[in-house]
Structure formats: structure tokens, C-alpha cells
Nanobody
Framework: QLQLVESGGGLVQPGGSLRLSCAASAFTLDYYVIGWFRQAPGKEREGVSC????????YYADSVKGRFTISRDSAKNTVYLQMNSLKPEDTAIYYC???????????????????WGQGTQVTVSS
């Protein structure tokens, strides 16, 4: 079964940075569009950023444009989310998801029938 594992979350002060990782074992991520999503208490899940299978196309939510960068390393079978200039409103559980044969826009908007990780907590607070 396809399993994704997120890591890299934690507590950081406003203005700080974190890098989240989404890794897979027993299968390659090369054929999947990968998305990062977040959900804060009492709020709906939000598509933060998505990257195409070859890394050539990316999507960012307006709330993170210019601050977050998504990338993928095929050799390490891992997708990253570099988060800079973090704000308290970025506090949430962050999940990665994988889905084949979709676009980055569709993935971030409607990630139905995707494979999901267990999530990693990001807390931005002074």
C-alpha cells in the first residue's frame, strides 16, 4: 500500500522558517502529482502547494505565494515544502498527498482519491 510520511514540523517564531518533507517507501513518487495541504482547528482543509510529476509545474495558494517553495528530489524520493517568513496564521497540521494523472491546479483544488500522509504539526508563535 502506498504510504507517505511527513516530517519537519515544529514550533517556530513568526518570521522563521521550516522545511517539510514528504517521503515514500516501497514505491516511487515520480509518477505522482504531489500536494501539500493544511488544516487549522475549525477551518477547512486548504491546498497550499502542488507540484507536477516532473517538477515542471507548480501551484501556490495566494496566502503563501512568495514565502513557500515546493520542490522534489527524485533521487531521494521526497518532496519538500520550504516555508519562509512564517506567520501565526500558517499554524496548522500539514499533510502531503499523492495522485497520478492530474494537474497541479486540480490536485490542490480537489484532492479526492489521493493517497495521504499522517500529517505534521506546524505552530508559529512567539
Amino acid at each position: 500500500q502506498l504510504q507517505l510520511v511527513e516530517s519537519g514540523g515544529g514550533l517556530v517564531q513568526p518570521g522563521g522558517s521550516l522545511r517539510l518533507s514528504c517521503a515514500a517507501s516501497a514505491f516511487t513518487l515520480d509518477y505522482y502529482v504531489i500536494g501539500w495541504f493544511r488544516q487549522a482547528p475549525g477551518k477547512e482543509r486548504e491546498g497550499v502547494s502542488c507540484i507536477s510529476s516532473n517538477g515542471g509545474s507548480t501551484y501556490y495558494a495566494d496566502s503563501v505565494k512568495g514565502r513557500f517553495t515546493i520542490s522534489r528530489d527524485s533521487a531521494k524520493n521526497t518532496v519538500y515544502l520550504q516555508m519562509n517568513s512564517l506567520k501565526p496564521e500558517d499554524t496548522a497540521i500539514y499533510y502531503c498527498a499523492a495522485k497520478p494523472r492530474t494537474s497541479v491546479q486540480a490536485m490542490c483544488a480537489t484532492p479526492r482519491l489521493s493517497y495521504w500522509g499522517q500529517g505534521t504539526q506546524v505552530t508559529v508563535s512567539s
